[in-house]
């Protein structure tokens, strides 16, 4: 069986950093292209970054880029966010997604909340 | 880039009847990478569609999904309680990452 399960998220200021992590089993991991989505409270679902399998393609929404790095290990079947200079509207629910042709696995999602 | 604009925003409905959603592409996207999910609250998304038409593992059949171009609809043929939810389509290939309609929310009248 399929599964993700996100982690690391949590209260911080404006300014500050957090690193989410993804931990991917039930597949193998290292074939996937991976992907973070998002969802401010009440709102829709915002695709963050996508990784390729072999990590060669890195894609990050516009609202994200040069503050948030999307990585991954392959060994350890994990994906990660590194998400600095945290803003206000950076506040949602952070969903690890694996999803292709006919198929669609997402993670049960990690609260960010950044408030002062 | 990309924009799936949904319609409408909400659709009032009661159990039984027919929901028609409709999600429309700033460009053409192809057919094998448009799909719909729904979502209830404190949820994740699940996969209704995908390929425009066709049904995920273990989706009822009164969810179909038609479509191609620009123009796609998901249609609920007869609503159960548990149809009332958001529904959002999605598109990948077209260009990097994913893309999201902003949504439906389909409630009980």
Known sequence: EVQLVESGGGLVKPGGSLRLSCAASGFTFSSYSMNWVRQAPGKGLEWVSSISSSSSYIYYADSVKGRFTISRDNAKNSLYLQMNSLRAEDTAVYYCARVGGDYAYWGQGTLVTVSS | EIVLTQSPGTLSLSPGERATLSCRASQSVSSSYLAWYQQKPGQAPRLLIYGASSR?????????????GTDFTLTISRLEPEDFAVYYCQQYGSSPGLTFGGGTKVEIK
């Open chain 2, 56 to 68: 995920a593992t273990g989706i009822p059949d009164r969810f179909s999904g038609s479509g191609s």
